[in-house]
């Protein structure tokens, strides 16, 4: 305990000298980069933060770092300040940042200009129950304005994009145009004069187009052209002349940007009526998926199934800003109060995670034979953001999973679905889960050629676990019956090999391969008991008897395999134990263990999860104990190293490692110790899940959907 206290008062001083970089109030804290418009994983802005960054200090990025021009000016009384982004004319001033706050789907800053309080509020919806909105590839930036001192002012505001949303390659020629005239709303859309179908440049899609609108009214103007010209004129006159640059040219070429302007008035200490931009990246189709035969098929965002144009989809959304408001606000105190049951810093660390988790995801649907929308072949692909970009990668899928279970069950069975339909074809050659349904995304094309990074352990076990625990909390049972054959094929690779894991990698490939991982049987076991209860479910006592028995008779065995001499833990991998030496003159631990035993070897038992996730009641308490008391010994300052060959841990299980220990203290430690990290101000990226538990440093990951992991406490 002692050790405990001392960690987490470190934390807690190292958190507190961060914040003194922050001048403004940061609610619940200031992380290492504020979600603007996250919803696809292309539509994904961030304001980078580090020790604090206030919103028009730094140009708003892309997930990866690349500068996404978006700004911002309000002219009060004749003073123009910036807002947003750095834009960097002459003949404007700063406002002043006075607080930021976060939720689960809106980031909002007050910016005092003058006498002029600014609320620049960024809505990136989640929509859990309307398929239709949900896959709107769309964000708001709504602003209001009072007056501070109790005066009038006139007052004016003006926002553009930059070219740079269409592409990831600055070199690229862009043409651009406006939709929307003599309509309620109006459109600037920039994309690339060359379109690339299903490619990307640095992460961004080379298809399609960025959208930006507004409210089309009398005291609206518009403007494309130079960024320094189109400012210029806002700057100069509070307005803009209303023309659009025909000079289509490369992106970093007299940099075009696409602006708006309004005119809001006389504004007084009444909050005026808001200014609501939308902000968008689209393209069609959306994702190529392999079917049947290595034939493909072109996927489209659900969306469509609605909206025939896209000017149709935003002349719905924009206006839709009340209500999509009104359902984020309720969605968010849901959110917050089912976390903060848990603990303050639980719900701050769950609304950072829930845009960056379903930002990585998009839902489609295909099209019939006679070329209608098949809305009842609904499919979502996650991409594998900033490590390998592959499609949805079952061993990412899998830390993610709570996100799913909470937001929507059905969002689960979503992204289930595309792999089970690939493996069901027969043309995946290999026995166990294929490791995704695509090297490079929005390519879903699968592996005939079996060569898919193997993870043959670590994936079955998490389609088991998956498919049933989504079974549990939504009451349908189709993947069960649909997909029973594969199901029990994956299991049958389980039996052989789980017990004595071989040498492989598992989800955290980063740490190397090894042979006999404890933590991995562990996964391994629970998808065999996962089957057995499926075919309980399926109606095959038999098959449900045997193997359960081989469950529990492989959870006996496990644990001589795996509990370290002096019964004090659970080894990183058998070989720490005197027991085995009875065992290694006969056991298949002889032949697999590859590696010399590691003294006192350790890790992170968070597989332990899918047994209380499932209720399984498969390992018995007394090994939740003994790892309980354990993890007390080793807390380091933001959390617990994920094994012994490094300092280095993961967010995502260190949140589900919190949900298996038998102690609220420890529980508490280990989340705060998350928050605290994600707090730290040493990093400018979306909050990264790899991490030093000794320094606090990120190890390069960032904006990964495996933070939705963190919302595993709200689905047990």
């Known amino acids: ?193 060359t379109q690339q179908q299903y490619t990307e440049f640095n992460d961004h899609i080379q298809q399609g187009a960025a959208y930006y609108s507004t409210a089309n009214s009398v005291n609206m103007t518009y403007q494309s052209g130079q960024d320094v010209v189109v400012r210029g004129n806002f700057i100069s006159n509070g ?55 290595g034939a493909t098929q072109a996927r489209s965002n659900y969306f469509w199934s609605t909206y025939a144009t896209v000017d149709a989809a935003i002349a719905f959304f924009l206006p839709d800003y009340p209500n999509a408001l009104s359902r984020a606000n309720t969605f968010d105190a849901k959110v917050q109060s089912d976390a903060s049951k848990i603990s303050t810093d639980y719900a701050a660390v769950v609304a950072l995670s829930i845009r960056q988790a379903l930002g990585a995801t998009e839902i489609t649907i295909s099209k019939s034979t006679s070329g209608a929308w098949n809305t009842n072949d609904i499919m979502m692909f996650l991409k594998e953001i900033s490590s390998d970009g592959n499609v949805s990668t079952v061993d990412v899928i899998f830390p993610a999973w709570p996100v799913f279970l909470y937001v929507n069950p059905a969002f689960g069975k979503y992204l289930l679905l595309p792999l089970f339909a690939y493996q069901a074809t027969g043309q995946y050659p290999n026995k166990w889960a294929v490791h995704d349904m695509g090297a490079s995304y929005p390519k879903a094309l699968g592996h005939n050629d079996g060569a898919d990074e193997p993870m043959p352990l670590e994936e079955s076990g998490n389609m088991l676990i998956m498919t049933l625990s989504y079974a549990q909390k939504s009451g349908d049972n189709s993947l069960l019956t649909t997909y029973s054959a594969l199901l029990d094929q994956w299991t049958g690779f389980l039996v052989s090999e789980a017990l004595i894991p071989a040498n492989q990698i598992s989800t955290d490939d980063f740490a190397g391969s090894l042979a006999n991982q404890t933590n991995l049987a562990i996964k391994g076991i629970i998808g065999i008991k996962a089957m057995s209860n499926i075919w309980t479910t399926l109606g095959n006592p038999t098959k449900s008897s045997n193997y359960s028995a081989i469950a529990s008779s492989y959870v006996s065995q496990w644990q001589t395999l795996a509990t370290a001499t002096g019964g004090t833990h659970l080894t990183l991998s058998y070989g720490n134990s005197s027991r085995l030496a ?135």
């Open 1 to 193: 305990m002692r050790h405990f206290n001392i960690a987490a008062l470190a934390s807690l001083a190292l958190t507190s000298a961060v914040n003194a970089a922050v001048t403004w109030t940061a609610t619940p804290f200031n992380p290492a980069s504020i979600p603007l418009a996250v919803r696809t994983p292309y539509l994904s802005t961030w304001l980078p933060q580090g020790a604090g960054t206030a919103l028009n200090a730094a140009w708003p990025t892309f997930w990866n770092g690349n500068i996404q021009g978006w700004a911002g000016y309000i002219r009060v009384d004749g003073t123009v300040y910036t807002f947003l982004g750095a834009p960097g004319n002459t003949g404007t001033v700063q406002a002043v940042q006075k607080s930021v706050a976060f939720t689960s789907t809106q980031s909002t800053f007050v910016m005092t200009a003058g006498g002029i309080d600014l609320t620049v509020n960024f809505l990136s919806p989640v929509e859990p129950t309307n398929l239709v909105l949900q896959s709107l590839p769309f964000s708001y930036m709504a602003l209001t304005a009072k007056a501070n001192d109790g005066k009038s002012h006139s007052v004016q505001v003006y926002s553009d994009i930059s070219a740079e949303w269409a592409s990831g390659d600055d070199s690229q020629t862009v043409n651009w145009n406006m939709d929307g005239f003599g309509t309620p709303v109006i459109t600037h859309y920039v994309q690339l004069s």
């Open 239 to 293: 307005k803009l002349p209303s023309t659009q640059d025909g000079n289509y040219r490369a992106v970093s070429n007299a940099w075009p940007v696409f602006g708006f302007a309004h005119d809001l008035g006389t504004v007084t200490s009444t909050v005026s009526a808001p200014v609501v931009y939308t902000v968008g990246r689209v393209r069609d189709p959306a994702i190529e998926y392999i079917i049947a035969g």
């Open 582 to 716: 009875k065992l290694l003159s006969s056991s298949e631990v002889a032949q697999t263990d590859q590696q010399a035993p590691v003294p006192s070897s350790w890790g992170l038992s968070y597989n332990l999860y899918g047994d209380i996730l499932l209720k399984l009641n498969l390992f018995p308490a007394s090994v939740y104990a003994m790892q309980t008391t354990w993890y007390k010994t080793v807390e380091g300052t933001y959390g617990i190293a994920l094994d012994t060959r490094h300092t280095y841990t993961k967010s995502d299980w260190e949140i589900w490692t919190s949900a298996i220990v038998t102690d609220t203290t420890l529980r508490n430690y280990l989340i705060t110790s998350v928050k605290n990290y994600a707090a730290d101000g040493q990093s400018s990226s979306p909050l990264g899940d790899w991490y030093d538990a000794t320094s606090g440093a990120n190890n390069g990951f960032k904006a990964r959907p495996v933070v939705g992991g963190h919302l595993a406490l709200l689905v047990i």
